[in-house]
């Protein structure tokens, strides 16, 4: 998977700008290392950066829309509390599993996707597609074969999960693709995973991908649910 702090050599330099400030200021803030309530000024950031007014001025406003920053008049730019963020922002979560704080970024979206996942395998084995049914087999399939090569396997589990989400038939887990996705590249990125995936694991995801595919709503809530029991122990052990 692509590291998204590379920056390609073929974006125009404005972009290339943009998005180095952006990743900077975003970290420091979702790290902490710029904490809720600093002040921060365009002339301030214009000197750092060595950018015009208006490449700030931009940088801000995306900053802002993740709710981040807050402009406030004849004080400035302020960073946001953590509670305004909006933290299903994949930049936001890749940026907090960076930080000293991953722990509890990790908790946090392992209940989410504990509470979320058995759902939508449900929803899948009703909803789902013939294609999709087989494309979900052939994933876990994927993720079997490439056991070994720890980058084709982040590929099919992603795959398999953004797929499984998007089956389900619900738009609201379908939104939550990239998050997931930002929590399995998360976890390899972070070393919180096993050198090679455990047999239970590659087991779960091949029963789910065959209750899904015959049809079996309770069996691949179940299967899902069971699924997830590694991943919760893998993150609690951690702490």
């Not at 899948?124 to 294609?131: F, G, H, I, N, V």
């Not at 490439?146 to 589990?157: G, M, P, T, V, Y």
Request: with cysteine; aromatic share 4%.
């Amino acid at each position: 998977m692509q590291d998204h702090t590379v920056i390609e050599q073929d974006r125009p330099a404005a972009e290339v700008m943009n998005s180095r400030i952006i990743e900077v200021l975003g970290r420091e803030i979702a790290t902490g290392t710029c904490g809720p309530g600093t002040r921060l000024t365009l002339d301030g950031l214009q000197e750092r950066f060595a950018v015009s007014r208006t490449v700030v001025r931009d940088c801000m406003q995306i900053l802002e829309a993740m709710n981040l920053v807050y402009s406030k008049r004849r004080i400035g730019i302020v960073v946001q509390d953590p509670v305004y963020w909006n933290v299903y922002d994949p930049r936001i979560i890749r940026w907090r599993l960076s930080g000293p704080g991953r722990k509890t970024q990790f908790r946090s979206l392992t209940e989410l996707r504990i509470a979320v996942e058995p759902l939508a395998a449900a929803g899948a084995a009703r909803k789902a597609t013939p294609e999709q049914r087989e494309a979900l087999v052939d994933l876990a399939r994927q993720m079997r074969e490439s056991a070994a090569d720890s980058e084709a396997f982040l590929a099919a589990d992603i795959a398999f999960h953004t797929l499984l989400l998007q089956a389900s038939g619900n738009e609201m887990f379908m939104a939550l693709s990239e998050v997931v996705a930002e929590v399995l590249s998360g976890r390899t990125r972070e070393n919180l995973m096993p050198t090679r995936p455990r047999p239970e694991a590659l087991d779960g995801h091949e029963a789910v991908a065959a209750a899904v595919a015959d049809r079996d709503s309770a069996g691949a809530r179940a299967r899902m649910a069971g699924l997830l029991v590694e991943v919760e122990e893998a993150i609690l052990g951690q702490e």
